[in-house]
């Protein structure tokens, strides 16, 4: 009878250790994504608030911009799928997103998700390390253009 005791605690111990260590030692291969600055334009009685964020996942980058859209005038254009009137530019190459998720929308107010995937070309592969600087561009047409640039 002692013995399964002594067993019975000394599993749950180590089960106790397992979750311990899982929940606040994260995994070698799990990246947090590297956030940039936020940038706010005001046009035409719309602002947009624009935060980017990336993370390198092997080959590939994911992007996604939190995105927040305000106007008291021009509820046609809170509505509308980012995915169709977007896109980004890294370092001269121009990505389509992959998927919009608005989390918040109202008349005059939406909040939500812009995603992007971009798989370095070869030829990035060929010169490793000669851009050392990146220039990020998101472009929203509303229907006029709206251009944010970030450097990191």
């Known amino acids: ?11 749950l111990i180590l089960l106790t250790l397992g979750i311990g260590a899982y929940l606040f030692y994260p995994s070698e291969t799990e990246e947090e994504f590297f956030v940039l600055t936020n940038k706010t334009q005001i046009q035409n009685k719309i602002k947009i608030d624009v935060v980017p964020s990336i993370k390198k996942i092997g080959p590939q980058q994911l992007i996604k911009f939190e995105i927040d ?24 190459e121009i990505i389509k997103p992959t998927k919009w998720l608005p989390y918040q929308q109202s008349k005059y107010h939406s909040k939500g ?17 000669t851009i050392t600087t990146n220039v990020l561009q998101l472009l929203i047409f509303d ?10």
């Open 1 to 11: 009878m002692d013995l399964k005791k002594i067993t019975l605690r000394i599993c």
């Open 69 to 92: 859209i305000e106007s008291f005038e021009n509820a046609d254009i809170i509505n509308q799928e980012l995915s169709e009137t977007s896109f980004a530019i890294i370092n001269s």
């Open 113 to 129: 998700t812009l995603f992007f995937n971009q798989t370095e070309s070869s030829s990035d592969n060929d010169s490793p390390s």
């Open 143 to 152: 229907p006029e253009e709206r251009e944010y640039t970030w450097t990191y």
